[in-house]
């Protein structure tokens, strides 16, 4: 008899079990179910770095047993979980669970679980059984009607903040990115444009999500001046994204005065595309000289070492490096105390990660709306937890028109 059935069964008097064993079946369900989603995400992560081999034909990720027990609070109470462990001897190649953080001791609530059971496919009948494992019986309310009812909801959030009035707004940083899901009632997957944004207190907020095409000036450029039209009048300081995106010309005719700044993460990993596996990890640490270098000219410096070395056997991965070259170093000029967050991309990678991974190996969500919708609900929720800018007083000395050089502040001269 399966938990969920213990407890139909108590309702209707058929049996009167103790609460204690009904709490310790709810939180065995809920453990098998978490145990069971870990052990398949490692075992995708196997399966998808399966060909990655050493010169003698290892392989160079494989698993490796159990993390110690650790336990995770749920709404059925405390969850024992052995967390799957992964050996990833590639450079600077590391697994990371998107479904259990290595800091994570609480479940997700409601407002983030159903988002992302939607976007692994989940059907709208078996939310209960799924929420009531995770969560705890405090969800046996939310049936499939208002499981329904509550997607609607936060349809209606979600275009009310695509028209929210922008005017005072001021993003000193903006990064973009695209986004691809799996629609099942579409031929085609649809990408997600976002937008996010830093304010001038530091916080960062998400800005757009709006679907259109990656590569696509015009996609981009509705978006940009959507923004505009409700209000978005002062442009950003600094833009920083990957240089495949359309994004970067739409924003040259929407906000020609922005910076641009390429992602360093996105940078590598092309450049490297383009190199044999076994000289990857070397180049790998020359490019990482070059963003980590103390000033521009030291890694101007290095990115010439890294020319003069690979150009001769490998001058695709070179002319790749070379395309974006004042794009790649514009982050010198800003203060160093956000150096870290304006080199990458990674504030808006670090929180569609989990998205991509709950999608991969789904037929995806019912339509564009609702794919729209309950990524819109994702990443507010993760938002509450978004970094603060590093520094933020040095935000205000950057918007009054302030150089700095190498990231510091450059003093200026009293007559």
């Known amino acids: 008899m399966s938990h969920l059935r213990v407890i139909e069964a ?125 969560l705890g019986p405090q969800t046996a309310g939310l049936s499939p009607t208002n499981i329904v009812r509550l ?88 833009a920083i994204g990957d240089g495949a995106l359309g994004f970067w010309a739409a924003l040259q005719e929407a906000f020609p005065e922005t910076r641009q700044q390429r992602c360093w993460v996105h940078k590598t990993a092309n450049v490297l595309d383009k190199m044999p596996k076994k000289i990857q990890p070397h180049a790998k640490g020359m490019i990482h000289q070059m963003y980590m270098a103390e000033t521009k000219s030291d890694a101007i410096e290095a990115y010439k070492t890294f020319r003069q070395t690979y150009e001769a056997k490998y001058p695709r991965a070179c002319e790749c490096l070379a395309k974006d070259f004042e794009a790649l170093f514009a982050f010198y000029d800003f203060p160093a105390e956000h150096w870290i967050h304006i080199r990458t991309s990674n504030p808006i990678e670090s929180t569609f990660a989990t998205v991509r991974l709950r999608h991969r190996r789904t037929k995806g969500s019912g339509s564009t709306q609702a794919t729209l919708t309950m990524v819109y609900k994702l990443a507010t929720e993760a938002e509450k937890r978004w970094r603060k800018l590093n520094g933020p007083n040095r935000i205000a000395q950057l918007l009054d028109g302030a150089r700095f050089v190498n990231g510091i502040l450059e003093q200026q001269q009293v007559a």
């Open 151 to 238: 997607k609607e909801q936060w349809a209606g959030e979600y275009k009310d903040w695509a028209r929210r009035d922008l005017r005072g707004k001021h993003y000193v940083y903006l990064w973009a990115d695209g986004v691809y899901f799996n629609v099942r009632l579409e031929d085609e997957r649809i990408c997600m444009l976002v937008l996010m944004g830093a304010l001038p207190n530091g916080q960062k907020e998400l800005v757009a999500v709006w679907d259109g095409f990656r590569e696509s000036k015009d996609s981009w450029l509705e978006v940009l001046r959507d923004l505009k039209k409700r209000g978005l009048e002062r442009a950003p300081a600094l």
């Open 10 to 134: 108590r309702n209707e008097g058929e049996i009167q079990a103790p609460r204690g064993v009904l709490d310790e079946i709810i939180r065995e369900g809920a453990r098998r179910l978490l145990q069971s989603a870990l052990e398949g995400e490692v075992r995708e992560y196997l399966e998808r770095n399966e060909r990655a081999r050493d010169g003698q034909g290892r392989r160079l990720v494989v698993g490796n047993g159990h993390l110690p027990q650790r336990t995770l609070v749920t709404g059925a109470g405390p969850v024992a979980i052995r967390q799957p462990r992964v050996r990833d001897r590639r450079a600077g190649e590391r697994f990371t669970s998107a479904i259990l953080p290595p800091y994570l001791r609480r479940a997700p609530s409601v407002e983030a679980l159903i988002p992302a059971l939607y976007l692994k496919g989940i059907s709208t009948m078996d939310f209960a059984e799924a929420l009531s494992a995770i």
